[in-house]
T-cell receptor, first 113, second 113 residues
Framework: KQEVTQIPAALSVPEGENLVLNCSFTDSAIYNLQWFRQDPGKGLTSLLL?????REQTSGRLNASLDKSSGRSTLYIAASQPGDSATYLCAVAASGGYQKVTFGTGTKLQVIP | DTGVSQDPRHKITKRGQNVTFRCDPISEHNRLYWYRQTLGQGPEFLTY????????KSRLLSDRFSAERPKGSFSTLEIQRTEQGDSAMYLCASSVQGSDGYTFGSGTRLTVV
C-alpha cells in the first residue's frame, strides 16, 4: 500500500524567501506525481505534473523534482509571495490499474509580508 | 465546459438525515473519482468510476454510502443516516483514460449537526 508523507506539516517564511517542500513515498512503482495547491475551504488546483520518466517540471516560480529510486519529490518555490500562502499537497499515481492516486497530508505554507 | 462542477458547495444537515451530492466531470473525461478530506488531512480515496461502472470502492465507504454514475456522465454520492463523523469536504475529480493528472472540483463541504 502506497504511503505518502509530506514534511514539514507547516512552514512560515518571510516574503521573498526561496523555499522547498518535501514529499516522500514508499512504493517507487509510480505512474506520475502531481503537486496541488489548496486554499482554505476550496478544492484542489493542479500546479505541476511529473511523469515517472521525468526528473523535473517547471512552471513560473515553481520547480518540482522527482527521484523515483529514493521515493522523493520536492517542490521549490522561488521568491515567495503572500499569495503563495496555501496548503500544498503531493499526490502519487500508481503505475498499475487505473493509476490510483494517493495523497500526502500536505504542507501548510504561510508567507509573511 | 470549464472544469469539474460540484453541487452544493455547502450542506448543513441534522444527524440522521440523508444527503446527496452531485458531480459533473469534464465532458470528455471517462474516469471519475470521489475523495473525502477532513480538516488538516489529505484527501482519502472513496470510489472510482470508469464510464458508468464503479470499479473500486474504499473500505472507508460504509453501507450508508452509495455512489452512482448513470450513463457515464454526472455522478451522485449519497449518504444515508448521516453521523457527525461524516462531516468533511467531499471532493470529486475526473481524468481521461490514457492521459495524465486529475482535475478536481471545488468540493462539497458537509457539516452534520
Amino acid at each position: 500500500k502506497q504511503e505518502v508523507t509530506q514534511i514539514p506539516a507547516a512552514l512560515s517564511v518571510p516574503e521573498g524567501e526561496n523555499l522547498v517542500l518535501n514529499c516522500s513515498f514508499t512504493d517507487s512503482a509510480i505512474y506520475n506525481l502531481q503537486w496541488f495547491r489548496q486554499d482554505p475551504g476550496k478544492g484542489l488546483t493542479s500546479l505541476l505534473l511529473i511523469q515517472s520518466s521525468q526528473r523535473e517540471q517547471t512552471s513560473g516560480r515553481l520547480n518540482a523534482s522527482l527521484d523515483k529510486s529514493s521515493g522523493r519529490s520536492t517542490l521549490y518555490i522561488a521568491a515567495s509571495q503572500p499569495g503563495d500562502s496555501a496548503t500544498y499537497l503531493c499526490a502519487v499515481a500508481a503505475s498499475g490499474g487505473y493509476q490510483k492516486v494517493t495523497f500526502g497530508t500536505g504542507t501548510k505554507l504561510q508567507v509573511i509580508p | 465546459d470549464t472544469g469539474v462542477s460540484q453541487d452544493p458547495r455547502h450542506k448543513i444537515t441534522k444527524r440522521g438525515q440523508n444527503v446527496t451530492f452531485r458531480c459533473d466531470p469534464i465532458s470528455e473525461h471517462n474516469r471519475l473519482y470521489w475523495y473525502r478530506q477532513t480538516l488538516g488531512q489529505g484527501p482519502e480515496f472513496l470510489t472510482y468510476f470508469q464510464n458508468e461502472a464503479q470499479l473500486e470502492k474504499s473500505r472507508l465507504l460504509s453501507d450508508r454510502f452509495s455512489a452512482e454514475r448513470p450513463k457515464g456522465s454526472f455522478s451522485t454520492l449519497e449518504i444515508q443516516r448521516t453521523e457527525q463523523g461524516d462531516s468533511a469536504m467531499y471532493l470529486c475529480a475526473s481524468s481521461v483514460q490514457g492521459s495524465d493528472g486529475y482535475t478536481f472540483g471545488s468540493g462539497t463541504r458537509l457539516t452534520v449537526v
